[in-house]
């Protein structure tokens, strides 16, 4: 069945620190690729995705690439902030999210002053 | 629009009692999921619903768990009986089509 693979944290970084946490993906077809994130307490919001090969999903300062022929979708940040620390979770749907998702385990990030 | 909304934020029972979690999902959404956090198996999906109509509900773990959405603008997760390694945490997502899906704050259960 369909899976998602993700570095596993914490990861800890200092602010202006450049970001990459690394997202790998087993799937039959095409599907689409999602970055979600989740602050403490609260729900996931999504963060960026993307929904065929090559295309590049941005926000924030974040961005992730669909990379159907490495089977990833990396998240990348140029300078992280403190304001930044939460649990990143990568995730596929092979219906564009109407058949539901399924997570890698989540990546906590923590970012020092 | 307020968003997905989920009832009880926070809910602790003791074993073998009925627990009933609720969605309001975003109004004009057609899908609507339940899933799962915990930190041993990481977020899973327990089924959906497209035009509230039950999906695929391969994700329940067992009998125990049942949804239900009477209506466009409602749905249930009731646990009975409920068990210690029921505690999670229940998030509720509602999307439009195959737009992306937006999530609830979560009920955070607790079954000692």
């Known amino acids: 069945g369909d899976s998602v693979t993700q570095m596993e944290g914490p990861v800890t970084l200092s602010e202006e620190a450049f970001l990459t946490i690394n997202c790998t993906y087993t799937?039959?077809?095409?599907?689409?690729l999602f970055w979600y994130v989740q602050y403490p307490g609260e729900g996931l919001q999504l963060l960026l995705k993307?929904?065929?090969?090559?295309d590049k999903g941005s926000n924030k300062g974040f961005e992730a690439t669909y990379r159907k022929e490495t089977t990833s979708f990396h998240l990348e940040k140029g300078s992280v902030q403190v304001s930044d620390s939460a649990v990143y979770f990568c995730?596929?749907?092979?219906?564009?999210?109407?058949?539901?998702?399924?997570f890698g385990k989540g990546t906590h990030l923590i970012i020092q002053p | 629009d307020a968003g997905v909304i989920q009832s009880p934020r926070h809910e602790v029972t003791e074993m073998g009692q009925e627990v009933t979690l609720r969605c309001k999902p975003i109004?004009?959404?057609?899908?609507l999921f339940w899933y799962r956090q915990t930190m041993m198996r990481g977020l899973e999906l327990l089924i959906y619903?497209?035009?509230?109509?039950?999906?695929?509900d391969s994700g329940m773990p067992e009998d125990r768990f049942s949804a239900k959405m009477p209506n466009a603008s409602f749905s249930t997760l009731k646990i009975q009986p409920s068990e210690p390694r029921d505690s999670a945490v229940y998030f509720c997502?509602?999307?439009?089509?195959?737009?992306?899906?937006?999530f609830g704050p979560g009920t955070r259960l607790l079954v000692l």
């Open positions: 799937a039959t077809g095409y599907p689409s």
């Open positions: 995730a596929l749907s092979a219906g564009g999210g109407a058949d539901g998702l399924t």
């Open positions: 997502a509602s999307s439009f089509s195959v737009a992306s899906a937006y």
């Open positions: 993307a929904t065929k090969a090559d």
């Open positions: 109004s004009g959404h057609d899908y």
């Open positions: 619903f497209n035009n509230n109509v039950p999906i695929d």
